[in-house]
């Protein structure tokens, strides 16, 4: 089985510049969310799509953030005007639809903003 | 407001020792699911187990076991005769409602000693 794959693993950015990541989530899956994990701490939620509708976003998710799913299928993720305070590592995860079923997860893009 | 705690940051023991994780949660949604994952060195968040709100039976899943006690809120995970390659991060996660967000605790970092 492919599980859920992110590009790039690893981003190295200067400050104000600004980045996209893309989430291929498993095939079948409808369900994919965004989570941010800084260091020491447990990823915290940024959005979630139910095919290509956007059906939440967190309080986390400045007007500098941008995601979309545009097919329903992949993902992209875009951080306008960077800050050193965006460096973190930016998890993809998705899931089949009906509520009990658990969220599968990618190998995460590590930002770094100098 | 939901929440999950994972009040012990770090434990250490020594090979084939049994070792207790401890995860407690809050939420007053009534219908909630629990899960385990496991984080280790190369990062990726591997799903282990999840529990709904109306099953508190007890899983066994060889040297894994969980406990699920609603009158206390706590979903505890144990590992016995722990082995070098259970070292890793483990987060305890809660979701509920329409987007079944996880919530994550902190975390809990387990090093086994040889």
């Known amino acids: 089985d492919t599980g859920v794959s992110q590009d790039p693993r690893h981003k190295i950015t200067k400050r104000g510049q600004n980045v996209t990541f893309r989430c291929d989530p498993i095939s079948e899956h409808n369900r994919l969310y965004w989570y941010r994990q800084t260091l020491g701490q447990g990823p915290e939620f940024l959005t979630y799509f139910q095919n290509e509708a956007q059906l939440e976003k967190s309080r986390l998710l400045s007007d500098r953030f941008s995601a979309e799913r545009p097919k329903g299928s992949f993902s992209t993720l875009e951080i306008q005007r960077t800050e050193q305070g965006d460096s973190a590592m930016y998890l993809c995860?998705?899931?089949?639809?009906?509520?009990?079923?658990?969220?599968?997860f990618g190998p995460g893009t590590r930002l770094t903003v100098l | 407001a939901q929440k999950v705690t994972q009040a012990q940051t770090e434990i250490s023991v020594v090979e084939k020792e049994d070792v207790t994780l401890d995860c407690v949660y809050e939420t007053r949604d009534t219908t909630y699911y629990l899960f385990w994952y496991k984080q280790p060195p190369s990062g990726e968040l591997v799903f282990l187990i999840r529990?709904?709100?109306?099953?508190?039976q007890n899983e066994i899943s060889g040297r894994y076991s969980w406990n699920f006690q609603k009158s206390t809120s706590s979903f505890n995970f144990t590992i016995t005769a722990s082995q070098v390659v259970d070292s890793a991060v483990y987060f305890c996660a809660l979701s509920s409602g329409a987007t079944n967000k996880l919530i994550f605790g902190t975390g809990t970092l387990l090093a086994v000693q040889p």
């Open positions: 995860a998705s899931r089949k639809g009906g509520r009990a079923n658990e969220q599968f």
């Open positions: 529990r709904n709100s109306f099953d508190e």
